[in-house]
């Protein structure tokens, strides 16, 4: 940061207004092309982070009343992004592995008019499911056949445990129906707020309601990161950031399964920082959340992830604070509130005696 604002010129504070910084764009290209994808910096939109990213995506798409396609469960971003435009949300089942289910989006599609679709096909946010190289060239392919614009939120898609990226959906796009967002935000520099589009067809669209919205995305951060990105290794510090997201998964894992009930099923995703449990019958979410509040942890229920609560035995566990020492102790205490939950309600099923036998 110190380094670019040396040299900012002031002029830049007009010349970079919206689609962003032609150097950084230029640097976010490059990036692309190191995984064998062609987007072009006049492609990009600069954002205040991926969610200004993916509501101007939605923006460009949509009109109120408009039908949208979205996984389930799905990120509670996206539920609040579609109410906020008087969007309506038709569900897409999901696999906890694999990721959105074709043929339940192609029955989708044929019943509903639907507008685009928001989708998580790397590392997805709660369950951290991947789609299969495969899938997503057929995902793309449909939607392109039906002209249905994809928005695709790829910002976990750097922190993948193993040595390769998965490719983003976008990877496959060749008509420019895939509006692929990101950020350094959960890769490089919180912070910053600094989040892209590639928005394809739509781009320019995108850089008219971007002017038309916030005008630009504020400058220091874009030329701290341009700096950054020419200057330093950004695939060295994710080489270490991955490696120990994966050390503190396994970590997370043993815990729960130390803790837990018998019976929790838990999901073991192969990037991203969240894990996703299945809680036996006779646990809710909601009140083990309210519950663990109380002993200062946080962690997010089932409930937020759908449209019409339906998970509410699931959790989602947030495992990206690395090295915190506080980690087995909070574990160990959402473990143990879910045993007494458990045991609590089996207590209630269990039909109670007069003391009298009812043998002859």
């Not at 910053?192 to 008219?208: M, P, S």
């Not at 946080?298 to 699931?314: C, E, I, M, N, Q």
Request: with cysteine; hydrophobic share 40%; glycine share 8%.
């Amino acid at each position: 940061m110190t380094r670019a604002l040396k040299r900012m010129d002031p002029w830049q504070t007009v010349e970079d207004l919206s689609p962003g910084n032609a150097l950084l764009r230029h640097q976010i290209s490059l990036r692309y092309g190191s995984v064998g994808m062609d987007v072009p910096a006049s492609e990009l939109v600069i954002t205040s982070g991926a969610m200004e990213a993916l509501n101007l995506a939605l923006e460009s798409v949509t009109q109120p009343g408009d039908v949208v396609a979205i996984e389930t469960p799905t990120f509670y971003g996206a539920l609040q992004a579609l109410e906020r435009r008087g969007l309506r949300a038709v569900e897409v089942e999901t696999h906890p592995r694999t990721g959105v289910d074709l043929d339940s989006l192609a029955r989708v599609i044929d019943e509903h008019p639907v507008k685009a679709c928001w989708f998580m096909p790397t590392f997805q946010n709660p369950m951290g499911s991947t789609m299969s190289d495969a899938a997503k060239e057929q995902l793309v392919g449909m939607l392109a056949t039906r002209a249905i614009p994809l928005i695709e939120d790829d910002v976990y898609g750097e922190l993948a445990h193993g040595a390769r990226r998965p490719p983003p959906a976008k990877a496959w796009d060749r008509t420019g129906w895939v509006l692929h967002c990101s950020s350094f935000s959960k890769s490089l520099a919180p912070g910053y707020r600094i989040g892209w589009v590639a928005g394809g067809r739509f781009a320019a669209t995108l850089g008219r309601n971007k002017l038309m919205s916030s005008l630009a995305t504020a400058l220091p951060s874009q030329l701290a990161l341009q700096e950054y990105l020419q200057h330093k290794s950004f695939d060295r510090h994710l080489r270490a950031l991955r490696h120990s997201l994966s050390r503190q998964q396994a970590a997370c894992l043993r815990l729960i399964e130390r803790y837990f009930p018998t019976g929790t099923q838990v999901t073991c995703p192969e990037g991203g920082y969240f894990l996703w449990l299945a809680l036996p019958e006779g646990v809710d979410s909601l009140t083990l959340q309210q519950d663990a509040l109380r002993l200062g942890i946080g962690v997010a229920p089932g409930h937020l992830f759908s449209a019409d609560r339906r998970y509410t035995r699931h959790l989602r566990i947030n495992y990206g604070h690395l090295a915190d020492p506080r980690l087995e102790g909070a574990i160990r205490s959402l473990g143990d509130l879910a045993n007494a939950q458990l045991k609590s309600a089996t207590e209630k099923s269990e039909p109670i005696f007069d003391g009298h036998s009812s043998r002859p």
